[in-house]
T-cell receptor, first 113, second 114 residues
């Protein structure tokens, strides 16, 4: 049973345009969410996070939106750059639990020049 | 400062053998977590160690085990290897493993079972 779902295995975007990566979760206990980026042959690196007390968090070109009622979050990258091409993992934690993040299966983003 | 170091980077083993992977966390980090990544499966949590104690465990068979030493370095062991154990094994360290504490990943060990 997948508690964190990234339903789009891949996404292709033109350089300069917006990339929107989506993530859905089923466990209502999740209250902290993270996005990681992974390049081939490297480990994932932390990108941005959001607590359930917020509905938006912004860091430069990256913005994460959280819709708690829909159990949905999205990562927006504006403008997209070729260097953003990577696999993006959504992860969720429950502060009342073990804090161990549950990861989605990832979305491979390709940004074309 | 040095990042998370995993050794070896690549490993080929035969079915039925056992394997030990090593992870050296960032200095000062006491929490070490292990993940298995297979194609299309995302990162699946194996276990987490904090101060030499296994604090959390994922849903993997007993063939997968681990330990943490007093210097926070961690090892994971897989016994009686199966073809399905072929994967990228990732280690992540953080100061406390608590919420809002960023985890830093190593480059992983690519295990191939033939």
């Amino acid at each position: 049973d997948q508690q964190v779902k990234q339903n789009s295995p891949s996404l292709s975007v033109q350089e300069g345009r917006i990339s929107i990566l989506n993530c859905d979760y089923t466990n209502s206990m999740f209250d902290y969410f993270l996005w990681y980026k992974k390049y081939p042959a490297e480990g994932p690196t932390f990108l941005i996070s959001i607590s359930s007390i917020k509905d938006k968090n912004e860091d430069g070109r990256f913005t994460v939106f959280l819709n708690k009622s829909a159990k949905h979050l999205s990562l927006h990258i504006v403008p997209s750059q070729p260097g953003d091409s990577a696999v993006y993992f959504c992860a969720a934690c429950a502060s009342g639990g073990s804090y161990i993040p549950t990861f989605g299966r990832g979305t491979s983003l390709i940004v074309h020049p | 400062k040095a990042g998370v170091t995993q050794t070896p980077r690549y490993l080929i083993k035969t079915r039925g053998q056992q394997v030990t992977l090593s992870c050296s966390p960032i200095s000062g980090h006491r929490s070490v977590s292990w993940y298995q990544q297979t194609p299309g499966q995302g990162l699946q949590f194996l276990f987490e160690y904090f101060s030499e104690t296994q604090r959390n465990k994922g849903n993997f068979p007993g063939r997968f085990s681990g330990r943490q030493f007093s210097n926070s370095r961690s090892e994971m062991n897989v016994s009686t290897l199966e073809l399905g154990d072929s994967a990228l094994y990732l280690c992540a360290s953080s100061r406390s493993g608590q919420l809002n504490t960023e985890a830093f990943f190593g480059q992983g060990t690519r295990l191939t079972v033939v």
